[in-house]
């Protein structure tokens, strides 16, 4: 399903939602990551796992066991894999260069304006996941069917 939303009033909208979060007193929190759980631990075993796989799948071949074909299924269903296993094992950026001096900004909105347009892509990727479903048809702009989730 194709949903469809003026880019510009959402953008406004996320801001705003941003610049609140980031102005609240306790926004110095925001610097500690969460715990993750050992989810990142898990994927980088999996990981391993994957390439212990690859390379035995190599060690195959090499030994004449199995075909080039064989090694190139096993390859190619293998790596994609890995790289989302690694993405997920991956550390996450550090939230202090990301958001230390928004957070410590005495006027949040005007070091959010001074941020550049990637700058503010990486903050709100960092802060939060955005979804959105279909809003009200007519004039004006809405809220309804946006949802953030805070990470």
């Known amino acids: 399903m194709t949903v469809s939303r003026r880019r510009d009033r959402l953008e406004e909208y996320v801001e705003a939602v941003v610049i609140a979060r ?3 007193p306790d926004a110095a929190a925001l610097l500690t990551p969460d715990d993750d759980g050992g989810e990142r631990e898990r994927a980088a ?3 391993e796992q994957v390439r212990q796989r690859l390379d035995d799948a ?3 071949f090499a030994a004449g066991v199995i075909t080039a074909r064989q090694l190139a299924t096993i390859t190619g269903q293998l ?3 890995l790289a989302a296993l690694e993405a997920a094992a991956a550390p996450p950026p550090d939230r202090a260069s990301v958001l230390g001096e928004l957070v410590s900004a005495a006027d949040v909105e005007k070091a959010w304006d001074a941020l ?3 700058a503010r892509r990486t903050v709100v990727r960092l802060l939060m996941e955005i979804r959105v479903d279909r809003g009200r048809r007519g004039p004006g702009s809405s809220t309804d069917g946006i ?3 805070w990470r």
């Open 45 to 47: 075993q999996a990981a």
């Open 79 to 81: 790596r994609p894999e």
């Open 147 to 149: 949802e953030i989730i």
């Open 116 to 118: 550049s347009p990637d």
């Open 58 to 60: 190599a060690a195959s």
């Open 22 to 24: 980031l102005s609240r």
